[in-house]
């Protein structure tokens, strides 16, 4: 959903590159896949679909569903395929309607669908997808696809609800912020292991670990992905900075920051976040810098990070568990590299 | 989605009682599963759900699925009382994301649930209950249930795109009109029928007549409701009247209205449609009036309807067809009310 990462026009990060290049077979399998589920929308719709199903995104719920089920560089299975078209395509239908509540102008640099086609035509356009992921989730034998992916769908909704709800407020715990970030985004990588690793015919321990890790991931990436608002730089993460302060969205960097702060300086934070007070972004970042809120919050990526390594070293002697890890480890790199951007801007 | 009866507060309209007796048990044991079906969503949109989810509206779906699916009065399968659920939620979700789009103030003489939560909040509550309908699809042993409302579903929301494409569009044929209501309004009505008989286990051939003939209903269904935004009343209808005009949407009054027109007072009404000049509904309504075009749309509507019972007639020893027939003929009754109505005023 808000991962900004998704905005961007370029390739996956550096460091993401090495793993993915073996998924390109995969990920060209893939695009054939979602291609030829254009027919299978109402001539009406047809172009709004092709219009945002485009290939430029990073792809990386597609990507935990074929690490997750990977069987070897020339094993790409029918299922995999499907189920990550699945994923995709809810993801892709939680963009359409995100890009309507931001008001945002463009992703992936072209205008949103909101903006090329109308909010109206957006809020139907990400029904349309949403219904076309279950249907194709509605083509395999079992309804567990179906079963996983729609309640998936439901938390993803709960969890960006509660954000919503929560704009602006500024007594939202840690746990608080925890259980949005489980429900919006590490929902959806969860179950793009569990499909990935059942799917391909894996053992129900490794599955479960799988699923596990996927989540542990995903929370991970979120809190990275909100540290980037702050520490990014707008010609890498490719979007504007500040974006969660100036909304209102109190994030684990700003409630880091709020525990450092007291007196005056804790009370024009809380009114900044309430909007009663014009956000000074570059004053926080500063103070975010002066008491070592990257360190902190980094931690806790790190900590979530190893948890879900933990989770799988039982399955270590497995191929796709290794490279679930090689995931979990890019992204580390990648908090490292924020830092040394962060550092230096 | 876009017909006006679910936006009354009152009971089934005079002459659909008689038959919808029959069905208060079933409504009941609807009513129940829907409010337990309230515990599986998360806490965070718990109350949202509960809010939309009153029990006012006039399920119409739900008869569909009962009266096609009848064994009589004492059975009451569980199977129907969960297909009508889901086609009862996905309705809800449609006319929650209907109000977004009509900035409508009211539904069932409450606040819409964007104006209460906000229409960011609304989009995905929306959105969750469109998941939730489906996760409850996925709850029969095989996936035909979620592989029907999914491809249903996407239909509607094609139907919605193809609608707001062509506000102020005077190009619109009888053919796209009819384009749109097939999928906007009869497809709903179509799958309803549809899984009532296929759950019930009646024989394929019945199977396809019921939904054939839910279709012809939802089409003729849509025309009433399009004929009572010029020819009703506001106190029967519960909404003000004029709304389509007001819109640039072209149904089929006013395409048969154009069809009368010519010169300048053609000239005249296009401007309006175009939204270049102010709608005169009333002059509308009498130079209706004055062109027969009541007489031209009800003529349309008891075609369809007779369509739907020739296709049911073969199946005439069967209960659930008399039942079907019933509320073919109540419609048709309905129209002649209206036209009384539509007289006087």
Redesign the interface.
Known sequence: MTERDARTAEPPPPGLGGSFVRLQPHLRALDDFLRSQLD???P??HD?VEYCMDTSGKRIRPALVFFSGWRGPDQIPAALVQAAAVVEMVHL??LV?DD??DRAELRRSRPTAARRY?S??A??????L???A??I???????EV??V???A???V??????Q??RRGDTAITRDAYRRVID?KTAELFRISCLLGARLAGYEDGYVEAAAEFGRSLGIAYQIYDDLADFFGEEKNIGKTLGTDLAGGKVTLPLLVLLEKLSGAERSELLEEIRKCRTPQFEHRRAQMRGHGVFAVVAEDIRAELKKGMAILSPWARLEPALLLGQLGELLRQQVDNLRDQGESS
């Open positions: 299978g929308f109402e009406e719709i709004l239908a939680t309607h309507i509540m109308g109206d035509s809020v139907l356009l990400g029904d349309a949403l219904a076309q279950v249907h989730a509605a083509q395999f034998p079992s309804t179906c079963q992916v729609s309640a769908t439901r938390r909704c709960a969890g960006e609800i509660a919503t709800f429900l």
